[in-house]
């Protein structure tokens, strides 16, 4: 796990190259699963530590000023590519790509990247833990500390659904996941969070755990034991299919706070009376 020394001397070794940079183009990644987004030539103005973080300032072509913040986690990494070289990772993986004239900055797999305007009130990695939950992919992720947060920060009546999504609450979960590890622990994602045991709860997060690191590696997103080649997933995506488990055709709706796709089989994952 890179320390705060380790990112302070990631800083000094970048700073060289972005010290009031032209950078050509800019791009991040808004979260998991999301497309990178373009924020056009940028100029770079400097580039610094903050415990694990490292912040990088830009101003746009308006004078506006931003930052770039990560968080490398356990697996973050930043490359240094000539332009037009092979990267090592594949540009999914990317989740900052940094152009200059002669070369390119590319962060993968960052725990954490935020894109901002930079103005007054900039991080506090203090509040940040607040805001961002234990990440499903650290290895030294302690299980139990997970599921006293979900019974200590969310309300007993808040559905599944909605908590496995909440990053706050452990970092990980994108929608697809969601409907599947539902589907794999026969729960109905409207079930509220207080009708499952603490010992269900804490499978729930050590499976998600597991396939999150199982798809770490370029590929399909696989959630069965033992997928065909183009039959990845249980249910997501699915809808009017017959379950793989018990033929009954896969439900479908836009469920939970942010009305996203959910999916489930009725018969596998039935609603628990009252
Ligand atoms: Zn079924």
Redesign the pocket.
């Known amino acids: 796990m890179p320390e705060g020394d380790t990112i302070h001397k990631l800083a000094r070794a970048l700073a060289p190259l972005l010290d009031a940079a032209a950078l050509e183009a800019v791009a991040t990644r808004p979260r998991r699963g999301a497309a990178l987004v373009e924020h056009g030539a940028m100029a770079a103005r400097g580039v610094s530590a903050r415990g694990k973080h490292l912040l990088l300032a830009l101003e746009d072509a308006a004078g506006r000023g931003w930052q770039l913040r990560t968080h490398l986690g356990m697996y973050g990494t930043w490359h240094q590519y000539a332009s037009g070289a092979v990267w090592h990772k594949p540009v999914q993986q990317a989740w900052a790509v940094l152009r200059l004239a002669d070369r390119v900055l590319v962060c993968f797999h960052p725990r954490e990247l935020a894109w901002q305007p930079r103005s007054g009130a900039s991080m506090d990695p203090e509040r940040l833990d607040a805001r961002v939950g234990p990440d499903l992919l650290d290895p030294e992720l302690d299980l139990a500390a997970v599921v006293r947060r979900v019974r200590a920060c969310t309300p007993a009546t808040r559905p599944l659904l909605d908590v496995l999504l909440d990053q706050s609450l452990a970092a990980g979960i994108g929608n697809i996941y969601k409907s599947e590890l539902l589907?794999l622990h026969g729960r109905h994602p409207l079930e509220p969070v207080a009708a499952i045991a603490d010992d269900a709860l804490l499978e729930l997060y050590r499976d998600a755990a597991r396939l999150l690191r199982r798809n770490l590696k370029p590929g399909p997103r696989i959630t069965r034991e033992r997928a065909e080649t183009d039959e990845y997933l249980y249910v997501y995506g699915r809808r009017g299919q017959p379950?793989?488990?018990?033929?009954?055709p896969?439900a479908r709706s836009l469920a939970g706070e942010h009305l996203r796709s959910t999916y489930w089989?009725?018969?596998?994952?039935p609603r628990q009376p009252g």
């Open positions: 589907f379950c793989r488990v018990c033929g009954t896969v089989c009725p018969s596998c994952q």
